[in-house]
């Protein structure tokens, strides 16, 4: 069996493994559904013109999963990931060619290790002819799945820091909750969640969920976040959120829900939900196009697929990875 550092390893040759996408949870409970209004009833989204919104996006791939057994016999896993972050700005009301909307492309490759693994080596370096692929060794804390999802949050996190600085776009809308950083807690930072996993209404209002029109949303709700990303010492991280109907389609299955930071306040927070309340249905995919419709915005389908493209072969990855790593 060959050697990594002091490590045997072994793949598994017969398939391609991933790492879970388990989704980063947060625990979240409900502060005041009164913040924005005592009047609970649908708000009508309002138009905003020729608005520049950034949406921000990333992918995630696992290339190959390894087994590592130390020299006193402990087992332990490690997956080589690679990810793909970016956003695409784009200016309603006109053509936006890709080569001048996407901003801020990042690819980052890891060889992420379980917590006690010690490889020696800070990098993994595999020769590509006039190329190569470098994948930073880093450990994980705890489980490897959530680590490489709070990894990829974080650059999603610099992505939109950095867009926000070059472009100042009026809104910037990113594919999940959003995280607590310092940095973007005051910046119109908006998280759009597809799948309702939880409610943020107590069950008494939730008759607004079935009398909310397309365009139409929801007062804002405070709801006190404990973050899974580790926030600079910071315990809680409030939000105000939100759900908007973005298709006719019953139940749950038409509505999205969006979320910003708190620290951007209330009056801000609402004209932000009045926008998204009339452009998330615009935006909005079909069911013939994207099994994942309505919720699947039609440019995060488009960055996505940006993104896998531009993080390579996958079957050439997975196979210089092997062949090196068994010539160690």
């Known amino acids: 069996m060959p050697k990594l550092g002091r490590y045997r390893f072994s793949f598994d040759t017969w398939k391609i493994l991933e790492v879970d996408e388990l989704q980063l949870e947060e625990s979240e409970e409900i502060g005041s559904l009164e913040v924005e209004t005592k009047d609970w009833r649908p708000i009508e989204g309002k138009p905003a013109g020729n608005i520049r919104v950034a949406f921000v996006d990333g992918v995630r791939r696992t290339e190959n999963l390894v087994y590592l057994e130390s020299e006193e016999g402990t087992l332990s896993k490690g997956a080589f990931v690679s990810i793909g972050v970016g956003s695409l700005v784009l200016k309603l009301g006109r053509k936006n060619p890709v080569e001048e909307a996407l901003r801020g492309l990042k690819v980052r490759r890891y060889f992420f290790v379980e917590k006690g693994t010690d490889l020696g080596e800070r990098s993994l370096r595999f020769d590509l002819g006039e190329t190569s692929l470098e994948f930073s060794v880093e450990k994980a804390e705890g489980e490897i799945s959530p680590h490489v999802n709070t990894v990829?949050?974080?650059?999603?996190?610099?992505?939109?820091?950095?867009?926000?600085?070059?472009?100042?776009?009026?809104?910037?809308?990113?594919?999940?909750?959003?995280?607590?950083?310092?940095?973007?807690?005051?910046?119109?930072?908006?998280?759009?969640?597809?799948?309702?996993?939880?409610?943020?209404?107590?069950?008494?209002?939730?008759?607004?969920?079935?009398?909310?029109?397309?365009?139409?949303?929801?007062?804002?709700?405070?709801?006190?976040?404990?973050?899974?990303?580790?926030?600079?010492?910071?315990?809680?991280?409030?939000?105000?959120?939100?759900?908007?109907?973005?298709?006719?389609?019953?139940?749950?299955?038409?509505?999205?829900?969006?979320?910003?930071?708190?620290?951007?306040?209330?009056?801000?927070?609402?004209?932000?939900?009045?926008?998204?309340?009339?452009?998330?249905?615009?935006?909005?995919?079909?069911?013939?196009?994207?099994?994942?419709?309505?919720?699947?915005?039609?440019?995060?389908?488009?960055?996505?697929?940006?993104?896998?493209?531009?993080?390579?072969?996958?079957?050439?990855?997975?196979?210089?990875?092997?062949?090196?790593?068994?010539?160690?």
Do not use: C
Request: aromatic fraction near 8%; avoid cysteine; charge should be positive.
């Open 152 to 328: 990829m949050s974080r650059l999603e996190a610099e992505v939109a820091e950095e867009v926000f600085r070059r472009e100042r776009p009026d809104l910037i809308i990113t594919d999940g909750t959003v995280h607590y950083t310092t940095k973007i807690k005051s910046l119109p930072f908006v998280g759009y969640i597809k799948r309702q996993k939880s409610l943020y209404i107590y069950p008494e209002k939730t008759w607004i969920l079935r009398e909310l029109q397309v365009g139409q949303r929801t007062p804002l709700i405070l709801v006190h976040s404990q973050p899974t990303i580790e926030g600079e010492g910071v315990k809680t991280f409030d939000k105000l959120t939100w759900y908007v109907r973005i298709s006719e389609n019953e139940g749950l299955s038409g509505i999205a829900r969006l979320e910003v930071p708190a620290g951007i306040g209330v009056k801000r927070a609402s004209a932000i939900a009045d926008i998204t309340a009339w452009l998330v249905p615009k935006l909005a995919s079909r069911e013939f196009t994207d099994k994942r419709a309505p919720q699947n915005l039609i440019p995060i389908k488009y960055l996505e697929s940006i993104l896998r493209h531009r993080l390579g072969s996958q079957s050439l990855i997975r196979r210089v990875i092997v062949e090196r790593m068994l010539s160690l």
